[in-house]
């Protein structure tokens, strides 16, 4: 019996650390998970005529919170900014821009100090309704560049930045989040929400998985989600008619039980985690099962009064602190970050070995890469390479376009990634390294995003010099050998030859000094000619004068 117990007290122990569920509490500080709520507002890429950039700035404050913020404009772009609120708040500018102009309503409750600045504060009249704000607003300025709504500020720094958008110049007033809006830094007291939290034993690997649940009695049914931090897994459960809506694409994987909506794309994705259940044990273990993992980071439960708000996901500055104690919060606005991408470079068209970091390339070789992604979700993603280009570091940069080739990879080889080739010629007479950049665009059926950029670096290096010398031959035993005989064949076959020729023509058995050889004549077949005895008329008389004088001497000498 004790052995029994024993058994069943060990595999309880067991499966409870295989499968950790933690129990929330009202905590006072979550660096993983912040909740605003989302406003009203617009970014449009509009620039006045004289350069200006026209701003409006509508302040909302709660009845408990402080009503006091301070501006900050003195690195500001020139702009005409209008300020608005249906609250009596206080304003402190500290310093002076001569090229920001700042307009308020004759009726206005916002009162501001310069503190004996020289700041150009105009007074005017103008609605207070947030639309009607917008159409005066292009009336008198012929735009709007932005228009953003804030709860409880604290204080507002403008950037030096350029305050405008890639896109249409119309406002058009939506639901968003103002600190996308990188021109500008926002200091405001954390919205206050019932929050239960827990935190089990964090994993050794970098991988998150956040946990996010809406109990049935909550009013809150549209959160928008962004996610500031890498490779997350994120857990969404609400109840029914819950929308979730990601703004960015830094996310990696995602479930819920309720639609989930991807603007960037024109995306909808239906329901695929099915749960009833709201109890925090129920949703932890149906997360854990649908991303088969051991532990999750973060457990969060949200009740809130307000019916849309913005979820954000992250640790460090981009995370909120939702704490009555200390409610301010600092978050410094930077665009959000595209999904990770990865370039993995390699020497063959096999892609079978990739090419090590700190490996040196001969500018001469061609480049094989392969660019990849993560999963969202369960969809499939296709990734287009709009273009590359080579930037070399050093003191002095150089930047070249880099002309490259699709690859064919079929889906089912390369699902969420890409391949192409180029080659680095233009780089022959230089030896640095340098970062390969690509820009690429992630397609889910016909419809396509910007997918940002992803850079690898490549040490380059010149190719092997070729010598202008002939190329020396060595042989071998084998060679000579075969040198020598071939030699023996060719004297054989000419001594044939020679043998052949003197069957044919007759040649003379032997040389002497009788032979005709010796006389000059040629060497032929045809039989020698006989003298002839009667010599012509002429002949002979030039004969006999010649005997006769040859006569005549010895005949003299004799004499």
Not at 209 to 233: C, F, G, Q, Y
Request: with cysteine; glycine share 6%.
């Amino acid at each position: 019996m004790e052995s029994s117990a024993l058994l069943l007290c060990l595999a309880f122990v067991l499966v409870s650390a295989s499968s950790p569920t933690c129990d929330p509490e009202k905590l006072s500080y979550n660096s993983w998970v912040s909740v605003r709520e989302m406003q009203m507002g617009c970014w449009t890429s509009f620039i006045g005529q004289d350069k200006a950039e026209v701003h409006i700035l509508n302040l909302n404050f709660a009845a408990s919170e402080g009503k006091i913020f301070s501006l900050e404009v003195a690195d500001a772009r020139p702009m005409n900014l209008i300020i608005t609120s249906s609250s009596t708040a206080y304003g402190l500018i500290n310093e002076t821009n001569a090229d920001v102009n700042i307009y308020k309503s004759n009726a206005s409750t916002v009162v501001l100090y310069t503190n004996g600045h020289l700041v150009n504060i105009h007074t005017v009249d103008f609605p207070r309704e947030d639309e009607e704000l917008v159409k005066w607003a292009t009336r008198k300025f012929g735009g709007v560049t932005s228009f953003t709504t804030v709860a409880n500020l604290k204080g507002m720094h403008f950037k030096a930045t350029e305050g405008t958008k890639a896109g249409p110049q119309e406002c058009i007033l939506k639901n968003e989040d103002p600190s996308e809006k990188h021109f500008m830094k926002i200091e405001a007291t954390a919205l206050t929400s019932s929050f239960k939290s827990c935190f089990p034993q964090q994993r050794a690997d970098d991988s998150k998985l956040h946990i996010i649940n809406i109990p049935e009695d909550a009013n809150v049914r549209n959160i928008s989600v962004r996610v500031d931090t890498k490779k997350t897994s994120v857990f969404l459960r609400g109840p029914q008619g819950t929308t979730w809506t990601f703004l960015n694409l830094q996310h990696t994987k995602f479930c819920s039980n309720n639609e989930i909506l991807l603007p960037a794309m024109a995306h909808t994705m239906q329901p695929v985690c099915m749960l009833g259940s709201d109890k925090a044990e129920d949703v932890q273990r149906k997360a854990l099962a649908y991303f088969k993992v051991a532990n999750f980071t973060s457990y969060t439960e949200i009740r809130s009064e307000e019916s849309t708000l913005l979820l954000v996901l992250g640790q460090g500055s981009s995370a909120v602190t939702p704490t009555a104690a200390v409610p301010s919060l600092s978050s410094t606005t930077v665009p959000p970050d595209q999904m990770p991408l990865l370039m993995q470079l390699y020497t063959s068209p096999d892609y079978r070995s990739p090419l090590d970091p700190s490996a040196k390339v001969q500018s001469d070789k061609k480049i094989y890469a392969e660019i990849s992604g993560n999963t969202l979700g369960a969809m499939v993603l296709t990734i287009q390479v709009i273009s590359c280009l080579v930037s070399s570091k050093g003191s002095s940069s150089v930047v070249k376009d880099l002309p490259f080739i699709p690859e064919f990879c079929s889906l089912n080889l390369c699902p969420n990634s890409t391949r192409l080739s180029f080659s680095l010629g233009q780089l022959q007479e230089l030896t640095t390294t340098w970062d390969v950049e690509c820009s690429v665009k992630l397609c889910y059926s016909k419809k396509c995003v910007d997918g940002g950029r992803v850079k690898r670096s490549l040490e380059v290096t010149p190719p092997c010099q070729q010598t202008l010398n002939p190329p020396c031959f060595d042989f071998g035993l084998p060679g000579v050998l075969g040198i020598a005989f071939g030699g023996f064949l060719i004297g054989v076959l000419l001594i044939g030859a020679l043998w052949f020729i003197k069957i044919k023509t007759g040649y003379p058995t032997g040389l002497d000094m009788a032979s005709p050889l010796s006389s000059g004549c040629p060497c032929s077949g045809a039989k020698r000619q006989p003298v002839s005895s009667n010599p012509s008329p002429s002949e002979n008389s030039s004969a006999n004068a010649s005997i006769g004088s040859t006569q005549s001497t010895p005949t003299s000498s004799m004499a």
